[in-house]
Each structure stands twice: as C-alpha cells, then as structure tokens.
C-alpha cells in the first residue's frame, strides 16, 4: 500500500534536504578534444558560485571507491584494466573512451561519491540531507561488468545499487535513468535480478545500438523488472510527462523501492549538441519532482543523483540547478531561454501504449490510463 505524499518537514531548513557532493579531482580525468571534458563541471563549478549554492548547500566529501566496492558490479579483469591503463599513462579504451593518467582515480571518486552520499542520506541523523546531487565526472550508466564503453569507466549507479543492499541492508533499489542515452551497463547488471527496479526514458534511436527496446524487460527472476521507455527523436517535456506520469510513477510506486537512484543526464535537453530531444528546464524539474514523489510515497530512501551526460556547458549549469532547486525547495526559479511547449507525437503514444501492456509481476493489475490510448 502506499500512504498520501508526506507533508515537507517545517522545522528543518529546507536547504538542508539535500546535499551536494562533489571533488575537483573530477576535472583530473583528461580526456582532451571530446564531449565529455572537464569544462562540462568547470561550467557547473562557475554556476553553483555564481548564485551562492556552492556555500548554501552542505557538501559531502567523496571518497575512492574500494576495490571490494567496484567487484560487486565489476570484474577483477575490468579493475586491472582500467587501474593498469592508468598507470601506464592512460589511452583509449575505444574512439569514445579515454583513460587518462588520473582518470582511474576520479572513476573510483565517482562511484564513491555516490556511496558516501548514501551513507549520509541512509544512516544521517535527522538534521541531515535526504537527498544529494553528486556532480561527478566520467559518467558511469554504460559502463558493463567488464568493459568500459561509452565514456564511462565503472557504472556508478549500480555500484551504489548493491552497496545499499550490501551494506545498507536495503533491498529493493529504484535506478531512474534519465539520460538521453539508454543506460546499457546498468541494464546488464540486472537484467536478472528481481531487486533492482531499472527504468530508463531514452530517445530511440540512439546510441548504444541494438540497446533499449521495449522488448527487453528483463529476463529469469529478473522478468519484468527492466522498464525500457524508448521515445521517438524529438520528444519534450510534454510526452516525458507523459511517460512519467502513465508508466513511471505507477510502476516504480508498486515496486515499493527502499531507496531511489537517479542516472541524472540532462543530454536529453533541446539545446544539447549530442542529444535529439526537445526536453527543456521543466521538465528537468518535473523529473526530479516525480523521483521525490516516489521516495515520499513509499518510504524510499532518497533519491539520490548522480551526474551522467549533458554536454552544453551553457545549458548544464542551470539545468543542474534546476535539480537542486527541485530536491531543496531553493527559491531559485531557474529561467530556461529554450523553454517551449512542444506536442506529443503520435509515435510516442504508440510506445507508450506497447510499454504499459508489458507484464510486471509486481504491478497488481494492469497500469491501465486514458491519456495514451486516447491517440484521437
Ligand atoms: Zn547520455
């Protein structure tokens, strides 16, 4: 059963609810002439200073992921891979995938990031934050169990999946993966496992090939447990809603999840240079607002972000503030100079209407709504 939205605290500052996280030992991974570079957090770093979060929100030191960390998502193989590129000076794992000398280093802080901010919002005492941003650097969501790919060195979020049920002791894990990419790596990892709740909204198609169709829901104990929500190129944050509130809110909420996790990527946004979506700051804001929604619902711990993409450094920095802004209840009213109203394509529906047929063991009865099938 799940209770009424729970009211905000009113004795505790506002601000306090969420933490940020974050170590500028990220800007060490060099990746030089690509995406995925270090002027994506320089950019936030400007941002956050600029509009006084840097010393409003309490921080959260990462620490380095240990190896034990990284084994229950990765293998030794994949660890020695990556450590022994670094040492020997770094290179490319492939075109997209560059180990510099201390990227090893700021892949470990980044999955650790993630870690010590569970700590904080899972075992905290009342006074502390609920919620935390970790604004890290390399992403995380495709990396495999043994193998980097994609820009992503070791998969952070599902690192910090089995450390809240390994150490934590928390066993039903929401991954939302938001990031215009399908998150492939983390799909992989528990594609059989009925524990891990992983929804990914992603434009389809996309990069990684072959990856992020409605027909791959998981497989074993794990059927049904995978939620694939490919939309068509072009989307906004009309048909995100949509699938927000007709496919993820319902689902995720009759998971009953003891702890949220975000795969926060904002390449799904209109002015972004790899993405071709059309979602702008509202909708950013409504994807947080739902990932609060659903931990408030049911109890959940979190939620608890991390960075994936988002490659504009003119639009990164207000969208990652727009998130902030969300989880904390800031006041900041991030204006969005691309914001626009955009309808849902018919191809969208279509998708969404395949997506809410799929059986999930766990959904009592079918997650049935007008909206999609009204196509009209
Ligand atoms: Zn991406």
New binding site residues.
């Given amino acids: 059963m799940t209770e009424p939205h729970a009211p905000h605290a009113t004795n505790t500052p506002r601000t306090q609810r969420v933490a940020l996280v974050t170590d500028t030992a990220y800007l060490r991974h060099d990746t030089g002439y690509h995406p995925e570079n270090a002027a994506r957090l320089r950019a936030v770093y400007a941002y956050l200073h600029e509009t006084g979060l840097d010393t409003r929100l309490p921080h959260i030191a990462p620490r380095p992921a240990t190896d034990a960390d990284l084994l229950r998502v990765h293998t030794a193989r994949h660890l020695a891979h990556i450590e022994g590129l670094a040492a020997r000076g770094g290179g490319s794992i492939d075109p997209d995938t560059i180990v510099s000398p201390h990227s090893a280093e700021a892949a470990r802080l980044a999955a650790g990031g993630l870690l010590a901010a569970l700590d904080a919002v899972v075992s905290g005492d009342s006074h502390g934050p609920r919620s935390a941003f970790v604004l890290a650097r390399p992403?995380g969501?495709?990396a495999m169990a043994d193998r980097a790919m994609?820009?992503c060195l070791y998969n952070s979020v599902a690192i910090a999946a089995r450390y809240a049920q390994e150490v934590h002791g928390l066993r039903r894990v929401l991954i939302l993966d938001w990031?215009?990419?399908h998150g492939n790596g983390t799909q992989s990892v528990f594609y059989d496992d009925p524990s891990v709740l992983f929804i990914s909204l992603?434009q389809y198609p996309l990069?990684p090939p072959g990856w992020g169709w409605i027909d791959q829901d998981g497989e074993g104990a794990g059927a049904g447990y995978t939620v694939n929500i490919p939309l068509p190129p072009g989307e906004s944050d009309a048909g995100y809603a949509l699938a927000c509130e007709e496919i993820v809110r319902p689902i995720a909420t009759a998971f009953q999840p003891d702890l949220v996790l975000v795969s926060a990527?904002q390449?799904?946004h209109i002015a972004d240079p790899?993405?071709g979506m059309a979602v702008t700051s509202a909708g950013f804001a409504a994807f947080t607002r739902l990932a609060l929604d659903i931990a408030r619902a049911t109890g959940a711990r979190g939620p608890v972000l991390t960075l994936?993409?988002?490659?504009n450094p003119d639009t990164l920095p207000y969208l990652v503030g727009t998130i902030f802004d969300t989880l904390g209840g800031l006041g900041l009213d991030v204006a969005d100079p691309y914001a626009r109203a955009l309808p849902i394509s018919a191809e969208a529906r279509a998708r969404l209407a395949e997506v809410k047929r799929a059986p999930r063991p766990f959904v009592d009865k079918p997650v049935v709504g007008a909206a999609i099938e009204d196509v009209g």
Avoid: L, Q
Avoid at 308 to 311: K, S
């Fill in positions: 992403p969501h495709h994609g820009f990031d215009v990419h992603h990069w990527g390449d799904c790899i993405g994936e993409g988002g490659y």
